[in-house]
Every structure is written in structure tokens, then in C-alpha cells.
């Protein structure tokens, strides 16, 4: 059923954020007296109609969710009646005109900053402390010193509370110049102040892929073991064929101890296509087994895999945990904070992308946002409001790019009318167009193929 869970998060995000978009401009176009004529959520057949108001504005509920749209009265679409020719919006002052183009992104925004602000006010957060796991020898993260159960305490001078702090300060300093001052705490040694250093262009690039920071850098975080414990059997896998069960422990493979899951995983992916030897306790009882791996293609390269999933997590200690409780004025204030933040980290990653300090893999198309969508729904409400305020600011932050065919380019067509006091060609604005269009297309192409590329592994 994961499937149903992947749709249905899809279109409750997409159908909710797009009308909150096109609310933004509806609002603000009514408050500034522009006639509005059609406000849609969804495009395609209209399920539901009504009209309604002075000046007879179609409500619609169309069948195809993935959108919605706001139509405003305008004489380049056909001829206006001459009493309504000042409400027309080709009629409205340039800077009227930007703010309706501005109330689509501002309302994202805002209504990231007002989730957010609730789940910070109602729920506080869990901080869980960011504190080094395992170190690879020789590795960037080696060589800057960095040591098993150094706790991070600012990363370029900022103080890092969380996984994810450490991970984007990491990842908008090597964006940048490759170099990553750092401060940690040491057991018996207190604060310590260490720099890691990327050199080369290529290697801080591939750095920047999806899931390529940590491994890239050879560190991992202190994680609570989890035991090598069979959580859940595919059906028709390696490991189901084999007669394993959700609940057997496995102990070694090939007569090589396994203490943990990840020591499994390990051992699993070092040995594709093979027959190997299972040892493993089921209800106290041990047991032994032959059974010969799949292989995947990960990065060129084969990894061995049982198709199996790992069981629930255990609890973090008390010790590794702070939970934050805030006040209204407090969470308000973060919330705000934090979206400012995170659209300025995106306008930063955005502009690196462009001339190659970021990698291109980080463009999502809708497989991935949809896969997303549906892996947070089931993780809980928490987790899917989550998911909903980093996609409203990205759809906020989007739209305000300066192409012509998004709100960013049209409100440049204004500014552009407003300095020399006329409007630019018919011919100019449809060059624009086109041009937007291309780049539009290419910016999904590429995000289309990273999501074909993340399916097929």
C-alpha cells in the first residue's frame, strides 16, 4: 500500500500549496480592486462551480488537482466593457500589478512560517546532539582531526544544535571555497577547534550530491545500534526463498559476527551474487542457512542484497536527546528565522548550481517530491507538515526566479514598464516567454532525469 500513500500525499501537498499560492494572488488582487474572474483549484472539467459576489467570480473545483489558477479581468485576452476598463489589469499602476505577482511566493512563505510556528508552539523539538560516530582513516574527515564522540558545537561560526545544522553548515561552506571551520567539544579535552579543508573543484561538487556528504567526507554520526534483527522479509527475495522470518536475529555470515544491522548490511553488499552462510536465533533457538544474494548496480558498481528491511530504532539515550519547548512569541520568532534561512541556503545552492560548485542531482522532479510525500504521510503528521513547509518555501523561492513564464519574470516585465513609462513590445514579452519556456523545460528535464536515475538505482 505504500503506492496509495505516495498519491494521495502527492496530491493533498500539491493541491493544498498551489491553492495557497494562487489564494495569494486572488486576495490581494481583490484588495487592490482588481476583477477577478475565475479563481480554480485544479485544471481541467469542473467538478464544482459556483459564482458568487458583485462581480460574479467563478469558483471551481476542476478534476485534475495537480494546480489551480487565477484569472483576472485583462484586455490582452479579449475586450473589456469600458466600465470595467480601470479594473483590467493591464489598467493597474505597475507596482499594483508586482504585488499580485509578489502575493503567490509571499504567501508560501508565509504559510511555511505559520506551519512551522504551530509545530514548534504545540510540540516543541527533539534536539538530538550532533556527535561524531565513526571516523574512515585517512579520510577528509580524519585528516581534519575530527574524532569518534567529538560533539559539533558551530560549524563557520554558527551554533549547531541538530544533524541537519551540522549537515547544512557543511554543505554551504564546501559549496563554497571547500574550507569548514568547526568547533567541537572532546571527552577530556573540551573545546576544540579544527578546519577541514576540499581542495579540488570535482571532489567538493560530488560532495554536494544526494546522500554523497557524510560517506563523501568519511564520518558518520553516533547513531543507537540497531540490532541485526530481520524487520521485514520481501516477498520472493533472497532471504524469503532462504526461509527467514521478520524477528530472526542473525549473528554471522559466512562465520563473521554481526553485532549490529549495518555490520549485516556490510557484510551482505561485500558479497554479490554468492552463495553465503547464515547464522541467526529464532525464539531463542540457533539456526543455520544457505542462501545466494541478489545484486544491484549502485554507482557502477555490484552490492549484494537479501531483501530484507531493518526493524523499528531503538530509543535514543536520555543523554543524547534535549527537548525544546517554546512560547508563542519564541516559536513565531524561530519559525521566521529559520524560513529566512532556508530560502536564502536555496537562492545560495541555486546560483552554485548554475555555474557548477553544486551538483545538478539535486534537482527533484515529481517522482521524488511524490515519494517524499508519501513516505512522511505514513511517518506521522509531524513528519508531513514537515515535508510541506521545505516544499512551500521551495515552491515560494521558485517562483520568484526571474523567467518569464513564472511570477519572478513577469514582475520584471513590470519593473521594466515602470522605468521607462510604457510598456515593452508584444514581440519582446513573447520572446521572454519563449525564452522561459526553454529553461523552464530544461530545469524539468533535468529534474526528470535525477528522478529516473534515483528509481533505477
Not at 217 to 244: Q, S, Y
Amino acid at each position: 500500500m505504500d503506492w496509495l500513500w505516495t498519491i494521495v500525499g502527492f496530491i493533498v501537498a500539491v493541491s493544498l500549496l498551489v491553492t495557497v499560492h494562487e489564494y495569494g494572488h486572488y486576495w490581494v488582487a481583490r484588495k487592490l480592486g482588481f476583477k477577478v474572474l475565475r479563481f480554480s483549484v485544479g485544471f481541467g472539467p469542473a467538478l464544482w462551480t459556483r459564482v458568487a459576489g458583485g462581480d460574479r467570480t467563478e469558483y471551481v473545483i476542476a478534476a485534475l488537482p495537480l494546480g489551480g489558477y487565477v484569472k483576472l479581468l485583462d484586455e490582452r485576452e479579449g475586450p473589456v466593457p469600458p466600465a470595467d476598463l480601470e479594473r483590467s489589469f493591464t489598467r493597474k499602476h505597475p507596482w499594483q500589478r508586482i504585488l499580485v505577482l509578489l502575493a503567490g511566493p509571499a504567501f508560501n512563505i508565509a504559510f511555511a512560517i505559520l506551519v512551522l510556528w504551530a509545530v514548534l508552539w504545540v510540540s516543541g523539538e527533539p534536539q538530538v546532539k550532533p556527535v561524531v560516530g565513526t571516523v574512515v582513516a585517512d579520510s577528509l574527515a580524519a585528516r581534519a582531526d575530527l574524532r569518534t564522540n567529538d560533539e559539533f558545537q558551530r560549524i563557520e561560526g554558527r551554533t549547531v544544535a541538530t544533524h541537519s545544522d551540522v549537515m547544512l553548515g557543511f554543505m554551504e561552506a564546501i559549496s563554497d571555497d571547500g574550507k569548514v571551520d568547526i568547533e567541537v567539544r572532546r571527552p577530556g579535552s573540551g573545546v576544540r577547534v579544527l578546519e577541514l579543508r576540499v581542495e579540488d573543484a570535482d571532489v567538493r561538487r560530488a560532495l554536494t550530491e544526494p546522500q554523497g556528504l557524510l560517506p563523501g567526507i568519511g564520518m558518520r554520526f553516533w547513531v543507537p545500534p540497531v540490532p541485526a534483527e530481520i524487520g521485514k522479509v520481501e516477498a520472493g527475495g533472497p532471504a524469503d526463498v532462504a526461509g527467514l522470518r521478520a524477528g530472526d536475529l542473525i549473528t554471522a555470515v559466512d562465520g563473521e559476527p554481526i553485532n549490529d544491522f549495518r555490520a549485516l548490511v556490510e557484510a551482505i553488499s561485500s558479497r554479490p551474487n554468492r552463495e553465503v552462510v547464515i547464522d541467526y536465533r529464532r525464539e531463542g533457538s540457533a539456526s543455520q542457512l544457505t542462501m545466494r544474494t541478489a545484486a544491484d548496480i549502485v554507482d557502477g558498481r555490484e552490492i549484494g542484497r537479501i531483501r530484507v528491511q531493518t526493524p523499528p530504532p531503538p530509543p535514543w539515550p536520555e543523554s543524547m536527546v534535549t527537548q525544546r519547548s517554546y512560547g508563542p512569541i519564541e516559536s513565531l520568532s524561530l519559525a521566521t528565522v529559520r524560513a529566512w534561512d532556508m530560502t536564502v541556503l536555496q537562492a545560495k545552492m541555486f546560483a552554485r548550481m548554475l555555474v557548477g560548485q553544486v551538483s545538478l542531482k539535486n534537482l527533484s522532479g515529481p517522482l521524488t517530491i511524490a515519494e517524499f510525500a508519501g513516505e512522511s504521510a505514513q511517518s506521522g503528521l509531524t513528519e508531513f507538515l514537515g515535508f510541506l513547509i521545505v516544499i512551500s518555501l521551495s515552491l515560494g523561492f521558485l517562483n520568484l526566479l526571474p523567467i518569464p513564464i513564472l511570477d519572478g519574470g513577469q514582475i520584471i516585465y513590470q519593473l521594466a514598464e515602470w522605468a521607462r513609462g510604457a510598456p515593452l513590445s508584444e514581440r519582446v514579452q513573447a520572446l521572454g516567454q519563449q525564452v522561459g519556456i526553454v529553461l523552464l523545460l530544461m530545469l524539468m528535464s533535468v529534474a526528470l532525469f535525477n528522478d529516473f536515475a534515483r528509481q533505477l538505482g
